[in-house]
């Protein structure tokens, strides 16, 4: 039952966390990766997003590949599709590992322009923090390639009301 009501409503990237805030521990089954829950996304939708954002990080621009296989790279759902979220471009953004936990944990998200918005509850001192994080306040997302699908007002106005946390940063004075 836990393992359902995690794939109905949250993003598979927040499973492992949510377990771990309950002491729950899910044991793989034999089944799951049969199950019809998680059949319900659009297989093809990662390759269409990653190629739209030409296999770059929307946010901070990583393209790490492992002779031709990108690695680290991810389609992430702005409206989760456990939220009538469809599997489309105009629903995606490519980010990297890091990136796509902080935007589904809600200290990352995407504003008007296209813009790059940081939580201002979000903590970090160290030199990683401040560049791969905090510096991202309000620079503008990269991509999607011309021809492409951006993401829609609809599901940025959706991800900001729903999942980001509190007001975004000022961009950081120039």
Not at 15 to 23: Q, R, S, Y
């Amino acid at each position: 039952m836990a393992r359902v009501l995690l794939e109905l409503n949250f993003p598979p990237s927040l499973h492992g966390d949510l377990c771990e805030a309950v002491d729950l521990e899910l044991e793989p089954t034999e089944s799951e990766q049969f199950s019809a829950v998680r059949g319900r996304g659009d297989p093809r939708m990662r390759g269409r997003v990653l190629t739209a954002y030409e296999y770059q990080c929307a946010f901070g621009g990583y393209d790490g590949r492992i002779g031709t296989l990108p690695v680290g790279l991810e389609a992430a759902h702005v409206r989760w599709w456990a939220f009538d979220g469809p599997d489309d471009v105009g629903n995606g953004l490519c980010l990297c590992s890091l990136h796509h936990k902080l935007f589904d944990k809600g200290v990352l998200g995407i504003g008007d322009s296209h813009r790059i918005l940081v939580s201002q509850r979000f903590v970090g001192h160290s030199p990683a923090a401040r560049e791969h994080v905090i510096a991202l306040a309000g620079r503008p997302s990269i991509g999607p390639q011309p021809g492409a699908s951006p993401v829609a007002a609809v599901h940025r106005s959706w991800h900001t009301s729903q999942v980001f946390h509190g007001s975004p940063r000022p961009a950081p004075a120039a």
